[in-house]
C-alpha cells in the first residue's frame, strides 16, 4: 500500500500564488510518475501536471502552461505544485496522484492524496 499525503491550498485573489505539497510513503519502490488533477464542482477530475520520478521530465496540460511549475524532491517522495497566475477558473480540489505507469488519465493512478481545495477569488 501507498499513502499519499498533502498540504498547501487555500484561498487567494485571482494573480496569486499557492503551493501544494504531496508526500508519498509505504510501498513505494514501484513508483513511476506523481501527478496532479484537479475536480471542480460537477467536472470530472481532470489532470493538470504530471512528473516521471526518475528523470524529472514534466508534463502538463495547457491551461496551466507557464504558470503552474510541477518538482519533486527525490529523497523525501515529495511531489510540488507551485502555482502562480491564479484564476478563478483554477478553483477546484486538487488531487495527487501515484502512477507505476504514468499517463494523463485518472485510471493511470494508482493511488490517491485526500484532496485540497484552492479556490480563487475574482
Known amino acids: 500500500q501507498v499513502q499519499l499525503v498533502e498540504s498547501g491550498g487555500g484561498l487567494v485573489q485571482a494573480g496569486g500564488s499557492l503551493s501544494l505539497s504531496c508526500a508519498a510513503s509505504g510501498r513505494t519502490f514501484g513508483l513511476y510518475a506523481m501527478g496532479w488533477f484537479r475536480q471542480a464542482p460537477g467536472k470530472e477530475r481532470e489532470f493538470v501536471a504530471a512528473?516521471?520520478?526518475?528523470?524529472?521530465?514534466?508534463f502538463y496540460t495547457d491551461s496551466v502552461k507557464g504558470r503552474f511549475t510541477i518538482s519533486r524532491d527525490y529523497a523525501k517522495n515529495t511531489v510540488y505544485l507551485q502555482m502562480n497566475s491564479l484564476k478563478p477558473e483554477d478553483t477546484a480540489v486538487y488531487y495527487c496522484?501515484?502512477?507505476?505507469?504514468?499517463?494523463?488519465?485518472?485510471?493511470?493512478?494508482?493511488?490517491w492524496g485526500q484532496g485540497t481545495q484552492v479556490t480563487v477569488s475574482s
Open positions: 496522484g501515484y502512477s507505476e505507469t504514468f499517463g494523463r488519465f485518472r485510471n493511470n493512478y494508482d493511488y
Open positions: 512528473i516521471i520520478w526518475r528523470n524529472g521530465n514534466t
